[in-house]
């Protein structure tokens, strides 16, 4: 089974420009979260969807933003970047049975540098 | 105060050694508890999933919840290099957003 997939692995770009990333989950998952890493802050949640709803947001500006699509895949966007948007970006799938939701899986990140 | 604390290391250990990874909490409604792997420049892999209190054992990893004292644990025996990580917490109540602790970064040293 593969498991989660995240586009592009590596990204650079200079403040003020926007960013897309993408995620595909775990095939059957049907729940995404995404999720910003940084050296300082540890790992701060953004934003879940499923079913092509936000279902659940963190503390973060309105230019952080997402969408899921029908066949669960998430993009996530981010406008006018600032210096401190560089970090590792993560995102996470989960079943929605009773138990397992709760349960999260990983992709391996994309790592974004704003220069 | 964070909801969830864990103390950063770095935690650095012999070959061989028993290690213990610990966290603690304030939101008396977390009910699932979980332990990621994080290596370098690399996504969280799920170690251990507990639901409630009580431990389970998974090979040399032994997870323990004590509610009571809200305090979570991740017991490694026998480690080995392959084991040098950052060892993430991770908590939840019924809904799914999900809480971190900040990481201890471990160093097994052959």
């Known amino acids: 089974k593969a498991g989660v997939t995240q586009t592009p692995r590596y990204l650079i770009k200079t403040r003020g420009q926007q960013v897309t990333l993408s995620c595909s989950p775990i095939?059957?998952?049907?729940?995404v979260s995404w999720y910003q890493q940084t050296p300082g802050q540890g790992l701060q949640f953004l934003f879940e969807?499923?079913?092509?709803?936000?279902?659940n947001k963190g503390n973060f500006p309105g230019r952080f933003s997402g969408r899921q699509f029908s066949n669960s895949r998430s993009e996530m966007n981010v406008s006018t970047l600032e210096l401190g948007d560089s970090a590792l970006y993560l995102c996470?799938?989960?079943?929605?049975?009773?138990?397992?939701?709760?349960?999260?899986?990983f992709g391996a990140g994309t790592r974004l540098s704003v220069l | 105060q964070k909801e969830v604390e864990q103390d950063p290391g770095p935690l650095s250990v012999p070959e061989g050694a028993i290690v213990s990874l610990n966290c603690t909490y304030s939101n008396s409604a977390f009910q699932y508890f979980m332990w990621y792997r994080q290596y370098s420049r690399k996504g969280p892999e799920l170690l251990m999933y507990t639901y409630s209190s009580g431990n389970k054992e998974d090979g040399r990893f032994t997870a323990q919840v004590d509610k009571s004292s809200k305090y979570i644990s991740l017991f490694i025996r026998d480690s080995q290099p392959s084991d040098s990580a950052t060892y993430l917490c991770?908590?939840?109540?019924?809904?799914?957003?999900?809480?971190f602790g900040a990481g201890t970064r471990l160093t097994v040293k052959p």
């Open positions: 969807y499923f079913s092509e709803t936000q279902r």
């Open positions: 991770a908590m939840s109540a019924h809904n799914n957003d999900m809480r």
């Open positions: 996470a799938s989960s079943l929605v049975s009773q138990l397992a939701k709760n349960i999260q899986y």
């Open positions: 095939s059957g998952h049907r729940s």
